[in-house]
């Protein structure tokens, strides 16, 4: 499976943004879907995980509430939606896939896409 994701730019505290990562591979439906970030200086971190069928959806606590995960397995496609953004927001964001959703959470990735740079100014 290969993974590219876009959609990042600047925006502004308060508004909107949405990420999208698109999948190749007969495969993608299968496998667990995820958003990880990394802000200068920090290590990457899990933002959003999504499972097969999106039976099972999980955030980190930084996001709850404002940002929301989807797929769309005829499109082989998975979303972020990112809302209220906040300048710690401010990151490169990657898409995962993962082969179990429990994995997903714990970093254990299969593949990686190139990341989408978002940068939220206050």
């Known amino acids: 499976v290969q993974l590219q994701a876009c959609g990042g730019g600047l925006v502004q505290a308060g508004n909107s943004l949405r990420l999208s990562c698109a999948a190749s591979?007969?495969?993608?439906?299968?496998?667990?879907m995820g958003w990880f970030r990394q802000a200068p200086g920090k290590e990457r971190e899990f933002v959003a995980g999504?499972?097969?069928?999106?039976?099972?959806?999980e955030y980190a606590d930084s996001v709850k509430g404002r940002f929301t995960i989807s797929r769309d397995d005829t499109k082989d496609m998975v979303l972020l939606q990112m809302s209220s953004v906040k300048p710690e927001d401010t990151a490169v964001y990657y898409c995962a896939a993962s082969a179990y959703f429990s994995y997903m959470k714990e970093g254990r990735i299969r593949y990686w896409g190139e990341g989408t740079l978002v940068t939220v100014s206050s």
């Open positions: 591979g007969r495969t993608f439906s299968s496998y667990s």
């Open positions: 999504i499972s097969g069928r999106s039976a099972y959806i």
